[in-house]
């Protein structure tokens, strides 16, 4: 009867140990931000396509919709949570933009741009890439 409780306990107990092994590397949650940034670079152009301030602020749409996507593939701790706040800078600097009285020369934009930066930055120092082309 203690073989039987031990071997179910041993086989509740092995799909958590699994999960704990399979854990997201810093080097695969990197590689899922670069791929939503790859995307976004190939699609970049088309802002400078762009008609007037709604197709502009669409695309924009577009692009923050994509690296949201990727944070839903991004599990390792400390990649997520330096996504999250680059993510939350680029909605930001979205919504700002959205505003009716926009102003890309404001204190607050130059807030926002500054925080993206700083994020951005220590996302690159995790990840060891660039987001310039």
Known sequence: ??????????????????????????????????????AVLEQSDSLDSATDADDFRSKMDLFVGIYKDAANNVSNKEVSAAYKDVLADLDKINEAMGAETFDYYSDEMLALTQDLTEHGDKLNELCGFSWDR
């Open 1 to 38: 009867m203690t073989r039987r409780l031990a071997a179910v306990a041993l086989v509740l107990l092995l799909p958590i140990g699994m999960a704990a092994c399979s854990s997201q590397s810093k080097a695969d949650a990197c590689a899922e931000i670069e791929k939503a940034r790859n």
